[in-house]
């Protein structure tokens, strides 16, 4: 019997204006993550493109779908990949209009019906975790049935595009398969995620894998890191958990396990975390275990502007945990929005010096994007904040390099002077020159870009694009383009799956909940209890 055939896709780049993601060290872990719950489940022929991973054009891209002649071909896209990823699909549909195309990932969960309707190309689209539900849809096209049944799918009746109910997250993440990285050529650097969720609601992010953070035991994270180690010998290995420590007994007990196994130092490794889940205790023990850097938001260093974001910080705080992480020995990187609402010259000149005064091991200055489904996409699309000429082409929503939106008191010009002088002063400041040196060689490609942009006459980059196939726009052309009101409802709704599913999940499993309520180890993580407060009325209710 012929067998039943899928390729799963990341579409390649339009340029290379920002190698991490645009020319990417590391094979997609979404591909790796459904490849490897396939597999598991069933006989299908499975094949990975990862475009950007093995740098293929799009005619290339296109070319090795065809030739693999699938029945399914389904995309993985954030926001600013999901154009890139429709002219794929159009063009694997009009060479073959037997494929089926199906999208996954974060832009299409947030936008579920008006992706399909902006992009006609993709037959169907399948919001939030992807593995359960890939899997129904797979065998529904196989053997023929209802598309109505499967739980988080998104699908086509007639003129009209349905949302099925959405489907329960899966709570025990040691039920998954270790990633299938052997489908791709070996790497430099891999993503794992050990956590997925966080219980915050920071206004500039859509918190896409939900509100509740599920997690692998500390074993299978073990498992997972020895099976690199083992098969690929990485140099770094990188955590993609919202919130490394969000357990942070359970952190506690990894990072004495990788001391205990003598992993510490064979790699590199890096997390992202919260500061109020952390701790002297843990970052001793992160040193013990040779980390290479704790990324940490900052995200503003006004603190009207801190009080209003969601993320239940403050500045004591913030100064506190990097003011630990450096007496311990611990490098940190400090993730820092510009662009905030109503951010003004003065408070992006609060947020560079904050960032001068913590000092991190690596500053990060991104510009805000208003990506759909946050509530800064809702407060932009209404006009809210000083968020001025939203555009809704996902090609410019990139927080380096990018112009998805205005802000009223300060031009954006203005704000991306600020950015590059904040990386230089953060290093100058404190007399790191060496650093200097190092960080601009590091990221020259991102620097030497910033600056074009900021020498351009215009204020637009999409020029820059230099891989855009000739037709791409014409391709694209669409009879649905976003609206404002696409992007209101969006967050709306997306805020009523979330509140459901932390209900949901509460009744199942209000272990998981209580886990994430952060320890208190200081009197200043003490002082802000907004997300608790928060998290334990929500799931009451
Ligand atoms: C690691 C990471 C990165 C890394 C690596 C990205 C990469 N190319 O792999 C780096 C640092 C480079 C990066 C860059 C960016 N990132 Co990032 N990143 C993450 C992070 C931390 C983990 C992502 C991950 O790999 N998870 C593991 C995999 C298995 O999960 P997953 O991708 O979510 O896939 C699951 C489902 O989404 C779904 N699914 C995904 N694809 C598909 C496809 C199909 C067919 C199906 C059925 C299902 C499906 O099923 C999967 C399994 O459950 C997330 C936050 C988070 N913790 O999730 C942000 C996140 C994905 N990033 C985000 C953003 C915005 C970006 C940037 C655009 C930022 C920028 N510079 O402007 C860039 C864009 C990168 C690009 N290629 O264009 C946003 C996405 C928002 C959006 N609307 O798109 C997130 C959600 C962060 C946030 N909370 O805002 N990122
Ligand atoms: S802390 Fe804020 S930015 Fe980070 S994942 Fe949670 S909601 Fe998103």
Request: glycine share 6%; hydrophobic share 40%; proline share 5%.
């Amino acid at each position: 019997m012929k067998p039943f055939k899928i390729a799963l896709v990341n579409a390649p780049a339009l340029g290379i204006l920002d190698p991490w993601t645009d020319e990417p060290d590391f094979p997609r872990p979404s591909l790796a993550v459904l490849a490897a719950y396939l597999r598991e489940k069933t006989e299908y022929q499975i094949l990975c493109i990862d475009a950007k991973f093995d740098r293929l054009s799009f005619d290339r891209t296109i070319e090795k779908i065809l030739d693999f002649a699938p029945d399914i071909v389904g995309f993985t896209a954030f926001t600013p990949e999901i154009k890139p990823s429709a002219y794929v699909a159009a063009k694997v549909k009009s060479a073959n209009p037997n494929i089926v195309t199906v999208i996954g990932g974060a832009h299409l969960t947030a936008l579920p019906d008006r992706t399909l309707m902006e992009f006609p190309h993709f037959d169907f689209g399948i919001a939030g975790d992807g593995e359960e539900t890939l899997l129904e849809f797979c065998e529904t096209v196989r053997v023929g049935g209802d598309f109505d049944r499967v739980k988080g799918l998104i699908h086509r009746v007639g003129s009209q595009i349905i949302i099925n109910p959405a489907r329960p997250r899966i709570l025990d993440l040691d039920e998954l398969p270790i990633p299938a990285w052997d489908m791709f050529r070996k790497a430099k650097h891999y993503w794992i995620q050990s956590a997925k969720g966080c219980p915050f609601k920071c206004h500039f992010c859509m918190n896409h894998n939900g509100r509740v953070a599920r997690k692998n035991s500390v074993q299978k994270t073990l498992d997972e890191i020895n099976f690199l180690l083992d098969n690929y010998q990485p140099e770094w290995i990188r955590f993609g958990d919202e919130l490394f420590s969000v357990d942070m007994n359970r952190t506690s007990e990894l990072l004495d396990e990788m001391v205990r196994q003598n992993m510490a130092g064979r790699f590199k490794w890096d997390v992202q975390t919260h500061v109020k889940y952390t701790s002297r205790e843990l970052f001793k023990k992160f040193k013990l275990a040779k980390v290479t850097q704790v990324d940490m938001g900052v995200e503003s260093g006004d603190s009207y502007i801190l009080k209003h974001i969601g993320k239940g910080t403050n500045l004591d705080m913030i100064a506190e945990a990097f003011r630990i992480a450096h007496e311990e020995g611990v490098p940190t990187g400090s993730l820092i929005v510009l662009g905030q609402p109503n951010e003004t010259k003065e408070t992006v000149q609060k947020s560079i010096d904050i960032a001068v005064k913590i000092n991190p091991q690596i500053p990060m200055f991104g510009i805000m994007v208003p990506f759909p489904g946050t509530e800064i996409a809702r407060m932009a699309a209404k006009g809210e904040g000083g968020y001025i000429n939203l555009s809704t082409n996902w090609d410019e929503y990139r927080k380096q390099v990018g112009g998805a939106v205005d802000f009223a008191l300060i031009s954006r010009k203005k704000v991306e002077r600020m950015q590059f002088a904040g990386y230089l002063k953060v290093f100058i400041w404190n007399l790191r020159f060496w650093d200097l040196a190092r960080f601009i060689w590091d990221y020259r490609i991102e620097g030497i870009t910033i600056l074009k942009k900021i020498l351009k006459n215009g204020t637009g980059f999409l020029d820059m694009f230099d891989k855009m196939p000739v037709d791409y726009e014409a391709i694209l052309k669409s009879e649905h383009t976003p609206t404002y009101d696409d992007m209101i409802f969006s967050r709306e709704q997306w805020d009523i799956i979330q509140s459901d599913e932390m209900k949901r999940t509460n009744k199942l499993r209000p272990d998981l909940i209580k886990s994430q309520l952060p320890i208190k180890f200081s009197t200043a993580h003490a002082a802000i209890d907004i997300n608790e407060q928060v998290l334990s009325s929500e799931v009451q209710s």
